[in-house]
């Protein structure tokens, strides 16, 4: 769930980063026509900026997953190396408790 | 409990320090993602505010420091835990989103040439609000399948 709403925050920054190229494009176009020169987009494409700014290192940190520590005597890598030879294996099941009979033949 | 994690050891002649390869390599691919998009979005901040020349290497080394802070405030400033030496997390994948960086940075500047073009262009029977989310889910789908048909290759 945590991972879902990171993952439309990163959208909704991507959608906002795009709205405000577009907006940008079209304030040039108009500077184009009254021929001023481009000192920077406006005000509200900054701020929208900003916010993409922010948007996107919170989803851009939260997406890729969790750090995981690498000490190996930390909570979560408590690794119990078993053989995994099948020859060795030894179970503990409910046939134990039945005697086992010696000496009987196929006839 | 049977697990098949490795851990690395290097041994030295006193100390023994061992960590989780598995785990340091994974910490290692977030930290390359989180770089990448964090550049490609710089990148395209950058354009929009049009800067050009050394300004927007100036933007890059900007976003890259914010970056590797949020990086170390993520793993809590105890870095040791979650990587082996702090060169790693600060100054690893610095100039490898370099490239994207220039890339998008380029697309504002370039998006605004197209512009006048595209609306001079021929008129379609749909416009850019079919077209646009009809890529978009395409482009969703393709990669879900892609996602489910070679889940078991560990691409990814």
Not at chain 1, 27 to 32: D, G, I, P, V, W
């Amino acid at each position: 769930m945590a991972m879902n709403t990171s993952f439309t925050i990163g959208i909704v920054a991507i959608s906002m980063l795009l709205h405000a190229a577009y907006s940008t494009i079209q304030y040039r176009t108009l500077l184009k026509i009254t021929e001023d020169e481009f000192t920077g987009p406006p005000y509200e494409v900054l701020v929208e900026l900003m916010l993409v700014m922010v948007l996107s290192l919170f989803a851009g940190l939260t997406v890729p997953g969790n750090f995981r520590s690498i000490l190996p005597d930390s909570d979560e890598n408590r690794v119990v190396f078993v053989p995994s030879n099948k020859n060795f294996m030894i179970f503990n099941h409910r046939g134990m408790a039945f005697p086992t009979k010696m000496g009987l033949k196929l006839n | 409990m049977a697990s098949h994690d490795e851990s690395a050891k290097k041994s030295n002649e006193n100390e023994v320090p061992t960590f989780n390869a598995e785990n340091l390599q994974s910490n290692m691919k977030v930290v390359y993602y989180s770089r990448t998009f964090m550049s490609i979005i710089g990148g395209v901040i950058a354009g929009i505010c049009g800067f050009t020349g050394l300004m927007g290497f100036v933007v890059y080394v900007l976003v890259m420091a914010i970056t590797s802070v949020c990086l170390t405030a993520r793993a809590g400033f105890s870095i040791h835990s979650y990587f082996d030496s702090w060169n790693r997390v600060l100054l690893d994948g610095f100039l490898g989103g370099l490239l994207s960086f220039v890339l998008f940075w380029t697309y504002p500047f370039v998006l605004d040439l197209l512009m006048i073009s595209c609306t001079s262009s021929r008129r379609t029977r749909f416009g850019l609000g079919f077209w646009v989310p009809v890529s978009l889910v395409s482009l969703v789908t393709k990669r879900r399948y892609l996602e489910l048909r070679f889940k078991d290759f560990n691409i990814l």
